[in-house]
């Protein structure tokens, strides 16, 4: 599953609550293979952003609803979507 809609709007929520600064500060290995042992937590964090549909003040309520390892899950997801993106537009 991957975060749908615009990412800036998801990444300047996620900045707005402080998450961003704290999970360029973790070790994403571990973050990972949490993410892995725990699909469901991961699908149910994504599902809870998507439906959001881009909506800032939505967003920033439900990410401070959620557990700190979901905030992290989600953080960490649009910073490895940002980079893929930027992959793939310095290709062309």
Not at 22 to 35: A, F, Q, R, Y
Request: glycine residues 4%; proline residues 2%; negative net charge.
């Amino acid at each position: 599953m991957f975060l749908q809609g615009d990412l800036q709007i998801v990444f300047d929520a996620l900045y707005s609550v402080g998450a961003i600064d704290p999970v360029l500060k973790l070790d994403w290995s571990i973050i990972t293979k949490e993410m892995m042992a725990q699909p469901q937590i991961l699908s149910d964090a994504f599902h809870t952003i998507n439906s959001c549909k881009g909506n800032k003040d939505l967003l920033i309520q439900k990410l401070h609803m959620m557990d700190e390892k979901s905030v992290n899950y989600i953080a960490m997801e649009v910073a490895r979507e940002f980079c893929e993106f930027q992959d793939r537009t310095d290709l062309h």
